[in-house]
């Protein structure tokens, strides 16, 4: 049974073999060990292993767990992602302890992150989330509306606006799945002209990685691959 240090190790190898092939410097592809459910002793684990980015996606959950890791490895370097849907009235608990926020969706969201964080921490740096798919069932907006939020974000002063995300429709066709991530590399560029700040491109998971390295991806989001199967608290 292979170890999470295992599994940290081959999912790098396989991030490097991927960029390799399609020409791209792995070094500008970073992993997020995606921890939800997961406990401090696996976190743990991935951390001695070298992983330090881990994304949240259920707000108390991740609050406690920052709050433990400060004060269980006060000098470690790790970045704290909020990956999954906030609602306005959490949005004061990732404004004062996260580090990224990937599903900003529309303006009140963004306007309460800015107005919440904490002036004595770094911007927050944010994600617009775009429903690729055009899914019903999915969080996101359109992709003909990023611009316009964008505008709107980019003025807020305590929020860096870094790039995209998406989470497409589930695909087992490679050709499919690299059609959606292609859609998502092309309205990045499109902004990256009158917005340069936007560098970042968030898509891919265990089942997906592969065709969203090849678009783009410059953080991909990995769970089971990494803890196993998901464990509900």
Known sequence: M????????????????????????????????VSKTKSVQQITEAIDAGQLAFGENYVQEGIEKIKYFKQAMP???????????????????????????????????????????????????????????????K??????????????????????LRGLMAIPEIENDFDKQLKAFTKMHEL??????????????SMGMSGDMQAAIVAGSTMVRIGTAIFGSRQYL
């Open 75 to 137: 000098n470690s370097a790790l970045i704290w992602h909020f990956i999954g849907p906030l609602q306005s009235n959490k949005s004061k608990f990732v404004a004062e302890h996260f580090d990224w926020m990937h599903t900003i969706d529309r303006l009140k969201i963004a306007q309460r992150l800015n107005d919440q964080r904490p002036t004595d921490m770094a911007n927050l740096n944010v994600l617009i989330q775009v429903n690729i798919s055009q899914e019903t069932s």
């Open 188 to 201: 990045l560029r499109s902004l990256q002209a009158d917005y340069p700040c936007m560098d970042t491109l």
């Open 2 to 33: 292979n170890t999470i240090h295992d599994n940290l190790f081959a999912i790098k190898n396989e991030i490097e073999k991927i960029a390799s092939k399609c020409e791209r410097d792995p070094n500008t592809i970073e992993l997020i060990a």
């Open 139 to 160: 969080s996101g907006i359109a992709a003909e509306e990023v611009a316009d939020l964008a505008k709107q974000i980019i003025a807020l002063p305590n929020l860096n």
